[in-house]
């Protein structure tokens, strides 16, 4: 059976139209196949002719916007949302709308801030935004606001789950937007003396080598009260520091299981070739991105299905194959009983369908 076919009723789930359920599966189909979210790429490898898969992918972009879809994604059971950007490096595009510099002020690109819930070794994407130096100048606006754009997608769903976010998001005024709108947070810190206690003293962030420190009810630039939690690890040069406005190991655990998006982002750059997002323009980017994060979440899931019945015994291959993994690179056969468990897994992970 074709794998176009077999992706169908998952892609379904997602697109309540079903013309637009069935092109959507064979772009999502194709970008398994090329490994690639570039468009001639996935037009190479659809069924038919080359040039005219590349009109039927480009009137599918114009037509739908799969980036509404993505909330659908969004685990019910998740205990926490992960947020975390990556830099996505354009290095020949610098006339492109949508890229500016990166951090080193030097290299094109642009960044997406990717939110996700965690699942097994990674974590399935269920929003994001994009941003760069560029649009950040056009638009009249800032990193922080781009931020605040991206939290705001998953606000409603979050409910007294928290946001675990890394160092970039440590922060004044984010943290006072969280507080406002009653959005729980687990975020690492930057050094620096930020801390006071409620006389107004500050409060020194030290641990000895080995050792846990938890430090309660301080305020962060002497304005959002926090707790805090510090790790010095044997062998690091420094210690972490996390603060958090929920019980303090509680985030840290939470934190600790942050590295999920990390390795999806890296499943997403070497599985499926993240990096060659080549559309000149962001509407398109970005819709592409979407089908890129719904193809990765189904071989996501496809993948773990796969992963007991392909290494029964084998403790070490499940440690080290993801999910998408075993369905991108090892191309198993897909058989009736596997479709139809993660095709479960899959339809009570998108239901109810969202707003």
Known sequence: MDKCTQLLPFVQDLFDDRDAAQKAAQIVNGILKARSPRLSEI???????????????????????????????????????????????????RHTEYVGTLSDAETSGYWLLLLATPFHGRAIPCGFVSYSSKTIAQEASSRNQHH???????????????????????????????????????????????FFDEVGNPVELSVPVGKTRIIKKVFYKGKVQVNIVGVWKKGFSNPMWIMTDMEAMLGLAYYLQRMKIEEAFRDLKSLLNFQKLMNKRRTQMEKMVALLLVAYTIALIVGEAL???????????????SGPFILIKLNPNLSPPILSLSHSTFSQMVCPVRT
């Open 43 to 93: 037009a190479r490898v659809m069924k038919g002719n080359e040039a005219a898969n590349y009109k039927v992918i480009q009137r599918f972009l114009e037509a739908h916007d799969p980036r509404e879809v993505l909330l659908r994604l969004f685990r019910e059971q998740a205990p926490f949302v992960i947020g975390d950007p990556t830099e996505m490096l354009r290095p020949r595009a």
């Open 148 to 194: 605040l754009a991206a939290f705001a997608q998953v606000k409603e769903l979050l409910g007294k789950r928290p946001l675990v976010l890394d160092r970039e998001f440590s922060y004044l005024e984010l943290l006072e937007n969280l507080v406002m709108e009653k959005v729980s947070f687990v975020i690492r810190l930057k050094t620096g003396p930020h």
């Open 307 to 321: 992963r007991t019945q392909l290494f029964p015994e084998d403790c070490r291959k499940h440690s080290i194959y």
